[in-house]
């Protein structure tokens, strides 16, 4: 099934230049950029997009981390793209990923650390946990005009 799905690229990754590396592994990967912008994000609209962990204990240190500078969004397109894109990404846990996705290439902290610092865990990346939330995430970060149509040169051959 051809999918969109959110990425963003977190203030951690924007500020140690990590854009264009994050960039080319999805693109590398065959997927399709539709979408792309950078933005602050305010308080509110960190509520919005963190809606299901604005009550836990963890989310007063992640609206402070989401805020704390620019984000990369972005809209990735392709086969099962929710699926693709969150294993090009690894798991939410830097020290537990996988090396080879970004967030065990590109980070090591643990939950533990995290917590007892009282800070959310700086893993670089958001990207959609499921279909359904990519649906709401692409609808709540894009509108229909900043989303484009286009062929990549390979499409022939997977499509
Ligand atoms: P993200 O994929 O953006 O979705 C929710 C974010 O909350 C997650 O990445 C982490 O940055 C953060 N997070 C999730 N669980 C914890 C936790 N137990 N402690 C600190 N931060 C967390």
């Known amino acids: 099934m051809i999918e ?19 960039t080319k592994r999805f693109e590398l990967r065959g997927l399709k950029i539709v979408g792309l912008k950078m933005v602050q994000v305010e308080p509110d ?3 919005k ?3 299901a962990h604005v009550d836990k204990k963890f989310y007063k240190g992640l609206e402070k981390f989401i ?4 984000v990369v969004a972005m809209i990735i397109e392709g ?8 294993k090009i990404v690894g798991s939410t846990e830097p020290k537990g990923a996988d090396v080879g996705t970004i967030r065990g290439d590109f ?6 650390h995290a917590d007892k610092k009282d800070k959310a865990i700086e ?6 946990g499921n279909s359904e939330e990519a649906k709401q995430e692409v609808a709540l970060w894009f509108g229909i005009d900043e989303l484009h149509s ?3 040169s390979h499409e022939d051959h997977i499509y």
């Open 107 to 112: 980070a090591h902290i643990s939950y533990e």
């Open 67 to 70: 805020v704390s500078g620019p």
């Open 4 to 22: 969109q799905t959110l990425v963003l690229i977190k203030p951690d990754g924007v500020k140690r230049g990590l854009i264009g590396e994050v």
């Open 123 to 128: 893993n670089l990346i958001h990207a959609s």
């Open 79 to 86: 086969v099962d793209a929710v699926e693709v894109v969150r």
């Open 45 to 47: 609209f960190s509520k």
């Open 150 to 152: 286009y062929k990549l």
């Open 49 to 51: 997009h963190y809606a």
